[in-house]
Antibody
Framework: QMQLVQSGPEVKKPGTSVKVSCKASGFTFTTSAIQWVRQARGQRLEWMGWILVGSGNTSYAQKFHERVTITRDMSTSTAYMELNSLRSEDTAMYYC??????????????WGQGTLVTVSS | SYDLTQPPSVSVSPGQTARITCSGDALPKKYAYWYQQKSGQAPVLVIYADTKRPSGIPERFSGSSSGTMATLTISGAQVEDEADYYCYSVDSSGNHWVFGGGTKLTVL
């Protein structure tokens, strides 16, 4: 059974950092790509970046390039997203999502439950 | 930065065909993906690589792409299809992905 379990809600002060985890099970983590997407209340989905788990290669949205770092720990099948220099506009639900190809060459896509990050003084 | 443009809303009656468009300059060479997001839930992929349907997605969902426009078609839309729909694709460099602004589908 596929699962992506994200860490719990966070409340942070402006200027600090947050690190959200995403633990995978039920699929081959090492051959997947993990992307991070955020969504402020009532707003559109916003792509932040992804990591190719096997190689560790990353790509980030230009908007977040200076502030976000995506990593993975293959020993625990866990991906991480760290966002620095938090501001109130970063208050949002943060999702991880896995993408891989099954044995028939079909794309598979599965999302975590989301982690609410609130930035408030 | 790269943009994908969607209409803010589409409304149909149950049983009618709903079409949601997505325009982007790189779409002639890059695949479009479509996500469905119901209120309070995580998105679900309904179409990938322009036209392919993931396992478990009803056959009434289909996708097409021509030139700079991709289209999600829901044939015989049902009340349970009410949701926000987002197109998703990559820029011409192949490195930076982006979501469209989302389209609210109303079926009533």
């Amino acid at each position: 059974q596929m699962q992506l379990v994200q860490s719990g809600p966070e409340v942070k002060k402006p200027g600090t950092s947050v690190k959200v985890s995403c633990k995978a099970s039920g699929f081959t983590f090492t051959t997947s790509a993990i992307q991070w997407v955020r969504q402020a209340r009532g707003q559109r989905l916003e792509w932040m970046g992804w990591i190719l788990v096997g190689s560790g290669n990353t790509s980030y949205a230009q908007k977040f390039h200076e502030r976000v770092t995506i990593t993975r720990d293959m020993s625990t099948s866990t991906a991480y997203m760290e966002l620095n220099s938090l501001r109130s506009e970063d208050t949002a639900m943060y999702y991880c999502a896995a993408r891989w190809e099954d044995s028939n060459g079909n794309d598979c896509d599965y999302w975590g439950q989301g982690t609410l990050v609130t930035v408030s003084s | 930065s790269y943009d994908l443009t969607q209409p803010p809303s589409v409304s149909v009656s149950p049983g009618q065909t709903a079409r949601i468009t997505c325009s982007g300059d790189a779409l002639p060479k890059k695949y479009a993906y479509w996500y469905q997001q119901k209120s309070g839930q995580a998105p679900v992929l309904v179409i990938y690589a322009d036209t392919k349907r993931p396992s478990g997605i009803p056959e009434r969902f289909s996708g097409s792409s021509s030139g700079t426009m991709a289209t999600l078609t829901i044939s015989g839309a049902q009340v349970e299809d009410e949701a926000d729909y987002y197109c998703y694709s990559v820029d011409s460099s192949g490195n930076h992905w982006v979501f469209g602004g989302g389209t609210k589908l109303t079926v009533l």
